[in-house]
């Protein structure tokens, strides 16, 4: 079975500080992709990337960034956290459109 | 960015009865997933379509494409108390280098009293 793995299960942050979200696949897929969950918008892509040190904007990826050094592990960065993240982070790693989620990491910025 | 529209946003049903919801979309899909999440999970792929009219089954879950491309439904048929989470629809615009930027609706909340 694919495993995605999220290295934090809930978070709590400050406002201004810098917030990095690890998440790690053990299936040798290219594809990786973080999303965002908020309740009544469903998912919404974050960023995404389909090589090691490639990454490409999804549709809101104002206030993050992301890392990509090795074909397991993307990282998503909040350079300067803000109130407005708050949310539940879900990373993916995908076979064609097939996405596989981790449990994701529920991050609440104070 | 775009999004699709799920409806109903909330079900709550009696253990046994059938179940529908559905999505909808001003633009074209070539391909329709849905997901469901359970609580303290990430979504789980149940059914994924690929051909305008597809009608797809996965167990007591059955799947359409619409002929437009512009819509998707999912029934769950005789459900039981282990149906209960989130159900969300998805697109995808093309193959390629668009594999898994997915559209996600806002997702339908499923409850089934016993």
């Known amino acids: 079975d694919v495993k995605v793995t999220q290295s934090s299960r809930y978070l709590v942050k400050r406002t201004g500080e810098k917030v990095f979200l690890e998440c790690v696949q053990d299936?040798?897929?290219?594809?990786m992709f973080w999303y965002r969950q908020d309740p009544g918008l469903g998912l919404r892509l974050i960023y995404f990337s389909y090589d090691v040190k490639m990454k490409e904007k999804g549709d809101i990826p104002e206030g993050y960034s992301v890392s990509r050094e090795k074909k397991e592990r993307f990282s998503l960065i909040l350079e300067s956290a803000s109130t407005n993240q708050t949310s539940m982070y879900l990373c993916?790693?995908?076979?064609?459109?097939?996405?596989?989620f981790g449990s994701g990491t529920q991050l609440s910025v104070l | 960015g775009q999004q699709l529209n799920q409806s109903p946003q909330s079900m709550f049903i009696q253990e046994g009865e059938d179940v529908s919801m559905n999505c909808t979309s001003s633009s074209i899909f070539n391909t329709w997933l849905w997901y469901k999440q359970e609580p303290g999970e990430g979504p789980v792929l149940l059914i994924a379509l690929y051909k305008a009219g597809e009608l797809t089954s996965n167990g007591r879950l059955t799947a359409q494409f619409g002929i437009t491309r512009k819509d998707s439904f999912l029934n769950i048929s005789a459900s039981i108390p282990s149906d209960v989470g989130i159900y969300f629809c998805a697109g995808q615009k093309g193959g390629g280098t668009s594999y898994g930027k997915l559209t996600f609706g806002q997702g339908t909340i499923l409850t089934v009293h016993p």
């Open positions: 299936m040798d897929h290219e594809n």
């Open positions: 993916a790693s995908s076979i064609d459109e097939k996405l596989f």
